[in-house]
């Protein structure tokens, strides 16, 4: 099945998406029940308004934007290459695609001069925090390059990619497609996983508690120490 | 009618002396940790002032409290579709430059200094990055009206005033002003817990206490901007928001909060008052001029046996429905309506309340001194020395009526017993004064009792909070036999 690829791209591409995955599901449930507390975005906000907003704002626009953009094209893979069946639908999904992405580079730049220069913000910034930050940058930068050199990505996630992750998904992995990649491709592949591996000891925890009840919730929140069928 | 039971407070500020004992009470007992040195749950301002955070009362600067819009009650911070793109800047957000950056001195540099000509001193050092700083800002840089040029005249409050009023209340040598004592006022309508996307906050169910659960804030920071009275504080260190807890470990064993019980001028009183719940976003939709009335009309008299059955199928336990009954609060808010709330205009039902001081009760006309004029008793009322326009946009969302009648009903009992016990004023002007400010001369005494000789328990009417009972219905109190008290059994970390 797999044993036609080279050793290292087996290790990369099969075995350490695995761990990354398992070891993310584990670290961040565990977490989560044994110290809640910690599950914070940490903002720092509060200390430093003006950069805040002008690094902040574009980097999560951008990157929400770019995760959707792959989930999707994970998960509909056909709707997409139909989309792109047309030339200009095609441009119109590269160049939005590009653009978010260079405005989670700008934003992401600017939270890290922000937190090289504001000497508040430095106080709560640690060792882990410049780790996840040079991460995100190397993915970043390495998923702008991706998008000018190796146009049309839109068209060969689908194509190669999302059929890549899938067999992942269904425990017969293939790595057909991913070990003719170029390398910055493969970075970046790699990389994503990385991310996702260091994320239950990190800050990025937060991405998983962005509110989601709220928009459903009533807007006062009681709470009874008595059960609730005494009180009406 | 949905009953339920609220521990509430009035703050009598005639009474304050303004001596800073509650905020140091409470500062040594919660807020003295890394992240918090900045908070002051409890704090007392100067009025007129900016108050502190400065300004805070500016809402069009930071967008506190709730509005009506188009017919319905709703955030002026945040709507929920905005929180999803305003959660990763807040705009209406303060920053800490809004408070002031805490600080200590450098006091080892007068033990370590080298040998030299000058004396060594104590340079302030910042309590954030433990670099030197210049010193800006403080709490209560505006004390006693300290740099009234950039304070005491940038006070909202002053909105409305004639030039005279305004010149009035920062005349050479007749300046005047008055303390106002703050804590959260755990609200029936609280904007912080409508608007934490975690739900995070709540309010206890039991005694309305508004409380933030630790574990599950995520430090979105919509509570501080939501909060009109800027009583939610962000720790920036934690990344968790903080606020006053009324003491509950404390009120849960019998014990006034830490603010009430230290408080020199014994301008404070607690207690319960039973409120129907099922109209609260009703009565805060009311126009601007109603608010007083309708949040009274929300209290329920707890000597109703109508009130008391529905409060007995609520669940309310029977002591607390007889704590109610002897409440303090509830004689201050709605039977006497002497205490009343502050920025009502906010909507979110504040439930501490204020009596409006009198003093100083010197006029502005003429040589200062107040002339008895026989024909209108109360005219030193309206011409006071503070506006009764800068008292009601403070306690009447800018109708001057409440704080009036307030004033006037105290005034009254002063002169009241005046003629009782000095006799130097006729009990018959007294008595038609009593008449005048629709007040009985039992209430007289009673308001001049619990306003004067009030003991420790007639301030403090704290109702068993059966928080046992509680405990042993969810867990097994021999189990967690060590685990009692408050807090986590480990230190809070913060997070990576
Ligand atoms: S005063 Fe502010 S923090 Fe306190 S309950 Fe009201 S809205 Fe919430
Ligand atoms: S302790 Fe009492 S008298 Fe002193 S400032 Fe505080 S509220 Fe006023």
């Not at chain 2, 100067?46 to 009650?73: A, I, R």
């Not at chain 2, 809004?98 to 200590?104: G, I, K, R």
């Not at chain 2, 230290?262 to 109603?290: N, Q, T």
């Amino acid at each position: 099945m797999t044993s036609a690829f080279p050793f290292h791209n087996q290790l990369c591409f099969i075995v350490f998406p695995y761990v990354a995955v398992l070891t993310f599901l584990l670290g961040t449930i565990l977490r989560y029940r044994k110290d809640p507390f910690t599950y914070s975005s940490l903002s720092s906000q509060f200390l430093e308004n003006r950069k805040h907003f002008w690094g902040l704002v574009p980097f999560h626009y951008g990157i929400v934007a770019v995760l959707v953009g792959h989930i999707v094209a994970f998960l509909l893979p056909r709707q997409i290459l139909e989309w792109d069946s047309q030339p200009l639908r095609l441009y119109i999904l590269e160049i939005s695609a590009l653009i978010f992405g260079l405005l989670t580079v700008v934003g992401l730049v600017g939270a890290i001069a922000r937190r090289l220069t504001v000497s508040k913000v430095r106080v709560v910034t640690n060792g882990f925090d410049w780790f996840v930050l040079s991460l995100l940058l190397v993915q970043t930068i390495s998923g702008v390059y991706v998008a000018i050199f190796h146009p049309w990505g839109s068209a060969w996630f689908a194509a190669a990619i999302s059929p890549y992750l899938w067999s992942l998904a269904r425990f017969n992995p293939d790595l057909g497609y991913v070990s003719m990649m170029p390398l910055g491709v493969q970075l970046h592949i790699l990389m994503a996983f990385v991310i996702i591996f260091v994320t239950p000891f990190t800050r990025l925890v937060h991405v998983l508690v962005a509110p989601n009840p709220y928009l459903w919730r009533r807007r006062q929140v009681v709470r009874w120490y008595r059960s609730q069928k005494e009180a009406s | 009618m949905n009953v339920r039971s609220q521990v509430s407070m009035v703050f009598h500020l005639d009474k304050c002396i303004g001596c800073h004992t509650c905020s140091i009470a409470c500062k040594n007992l919660w807020t003295d940790r890394r992240g918090t040195e900045y908070m002051w749950w409890n704090n007392v301002e100067t009025k007129p002032g900016t108050g502190f955070p400065t300004k805070w009362e500016d809402q069009e600067k930071y967008h506190g409290g709730w509005e009506v819009k188009n017919g319905k009650l709703q955030l002026k911070s945040t709507s929920k579709a905005q929180t999803i793109f305003n959660i990763y800047h807040n705009p209406s957000m303060p920053t800490m430059d809004d408070y002031y950056e805490p600080w200590t001195y450098d006091y080892q540099h007068l033990f370590n200094a080298p040998e030299g000509t000058d004396q060594p001193t104590a340079r302030p050092i910042s309590m954030v990055t433990g670099e030197l700083i210049q010193i800006e800002a403080g709490p209560n840089w505006d004390d006693d009206l300290g740099g009234s040029p950039v304070y005491a005249e940038n006070d909202p409050n002053l909105k409305g005033l004639t030039p005279d009023q305004r010149a009035q209340l920062v005349a050479v040598e007749r300046l005047v002003f008055f303390y106002f004592p703050r804590i959260c006022n755990h609200c029936l309508n609280p904007a912080c817990v409508a608007s934490c996307p975690s739900g995070a906050l709540y309010k206890r169910g039991e005694d309305g206490i508004v409380l933030v659960d630790q574990k599950r804030c995520r430090g979105w920071r919509m509570c501080v901007a939501a909060c009109p009275y800027k009583k939610m504080f962000y720790n920036w260190n934690t990344g968790k928001s903080e606020k006053c807890i009324l003491c509950y470990p404390r009120l849960e064993t019998g014990q006034a909060p830490a603010c009430f019980h230290s408080c020199v001028g014994r301008i404070r009183y607690l207690g319960v008052m039973l409120y129907d719940a099922s109209k609260i976003e009703e009565m805060a939709s009311l126009p601007d001029e109603d608010l007083v009335e309708a949040q009274r009309s929300l209290v329920l008299d707890p000597n109703d046996p109508e009130v008391v059955a529905a409060a007995r199928k609520s669940g309310i336990h029977e002591s607390v429905i007889e704590s109610a009954q002897r409440s303090p609060v509830y004689q201050f808010v709605k039977v006497w309506k002497i205490a009343l709330p502050p920025h009502i205009e906010y909507r979110t039902m504040p439930m501490l309340f204020y009596v409006p001081p009198m003093s100083p009760v010197m006029s502005n006309v003429a040589d200062g001194t107040i002339h008895h004029v026989s024909d209108n008793l109360f005219h030193d009322i309206d011409e006071s020395r503070v506006p009764l326009k800068f008292l009601a946009n403070l306690f009447g969302a800018g109708h001057e009526e409440f704080v009036r009648y307030a004033l006037r009903k105290q005034k009254a009992v002063r002169w009241y017993r005046r003629a009782v016990t000095v006799g130097d004023v006729e009990m018959a002007t007294a008595e038609r004064m009593l008449r005048e400010a629709d007040c009985s001369p039992e209430q007289a005494e009673a308001i001049y009792r619990l306003t004067s000789l009030c003991t420790f328990d007639d301030r403090f009417v704290i109702p068993p909070m059966h928080r046992e009972e509680a405990i042993q219905m969810m867990e097994d109190p021999l189990e967690h036999k060590q685990g009692v008290g408050f807090g986590f059994l480990s230190g809070p970390r913060r997070g990576m």
